[in-house]
């Protein structure tokens, strides 16, 4: 049974930093993608950060871009979130998911694969 767990949100002011880590278990890489999505209030769930070619590729969504850095530990199916320079925009529930390696935007529409439960970040201003 293929596990996701969040962990490292948490509250800080604008221009802080936080790390995220998820811990996968209960699958093989071989298919499978990992990455970071987000869901603020009243808006839709959004691709962040993801892992595809077997590490060889790392995407990021255009607002995360030179702020966010996306890390990976096969040994142990960990996926980390390093997000730096946070500003009130990136408040949101950020899921970790491990999913058939597809574009963020179908994953997310979709939510195609395995998710946490989601960890809260709050940016203020």
């Known amino acids: 049974q293929v596990q996701v767990v969040e962990s490292g949100g948490g509250s800080v002011q604008a221009g802080g930093s936080l790390k995220l880590s998820c811990a996968a278990s209960?699958?093989?890489?071989?298919?499978?993608?990992m990455g970071w999505f987000r869901q603020a209030p009243g808006k839709e769930r959004e691709g962040v950060a993801a892992?595809?070619?077997?590490?060889?590729?790392?995407v990021y969504t255009d607002s995360v871009k030179g702020r966010f850095t996306i890390s990976q530990d096969n040994a142990k199916n960990t996926l980390t979130l390093q997000m730096n320079s946070l500003i009130p925009e990136d408040t949101a529930m950020y899921y970790c998911?491990?999913?058939?390696?597809?574009?963020?935007?179908?994953?997310?529409?979709?939510?195609?694969?395995?998710w946490g439960q989601g960890t809260q970040v709050t940016v203020s201003s």
């Open positions: 209960g699958f093989t890489f071989s298919g499978f993608c």
């Open positions: 998911a491990v999913f058939p390696c597809a574009p963020m935007a179908v994953v997310a529409s979709r939510r195609s694969g395995y």
């Open positions: 892992r595809y070619s077997g590490g060889a590729t790392y």
